[in-house]
């Protein structure tokens, strides 16, 4: 995002607000991804999701009641206000990028081991709760 944002000015979405705008939007993402930690600690479950087997508990409660995923949703947040603050709109690629890679890559797989370690509790929060928000 970066990169592009310094070799291109395709895209300029730079406006008068847009720095306090990401400002805004870097702490809500920072309070997602806060939202999202608190409850595995105080459930003494794994965050690290390279070991979703390590899962000792299924949290479903706080920010969870709204999204399955919601320290990957922090991260998009938190990628959101840097495309803003860099001003370029073709970043927003990079935003798609991400969500579709996340989502093939990490959160299939974890919700494959989420359904063999917690079986029906865990299919009954897939039809309750989406995926991203």
């Known amino acids: 995002m970066w990169g592009l944002a310094k070799q291109t000015s395709f895209g300029s979405i730079e406006f008068?607000?847009?720095g306090k705008l990401s400002l805004?939007?870097?702490f809500v993402g920072?309070?997602?991804?806060?939202a999202a930690i608190i409850p595995f600690l105080v459930a003494k479950t794994t965050v690290n999701p390279m070991k979703p087997g390590r899962a000792s508990q299924?949290?479903?409660?706080?920010?969870?009641?709204?999204?399955?995923?919601p320290m990957y949703l922090g991260t998009l947040v938190?990628?959101?206000a840097l495309m803003i603050w860099l001003g370029t709109a073709i970043n927003i690629v990079f935003l798609?990028?991400?969500?579709w890679y996340i989502t093939i890559f990490q959160i299939k797989p974890e919700e494959k081991v989420l359904e063999e370690?917690?079986?029906?509790e865990y299919l009954n929060y897939k039809v309750k709760v989406r995926r991203w928000i």
């Open 96 to 99: 798609a990028l991400f969500v």
């Open 30 to 34: 920072l309070a997602i991804d806060v």
């Open 16 to 18: 008068e607000l847009s």
């Open 24 to 26: 805004v939007i870097l």
């Open 78 to 80: 938190l990628l959101m």
């Open 58 to 69: 299924l949290v479903t409660s706080g920010i969870y009641k709204y999204s399955r995923n």
């Open 117 to 120: 370690l917690f079986a029906d």
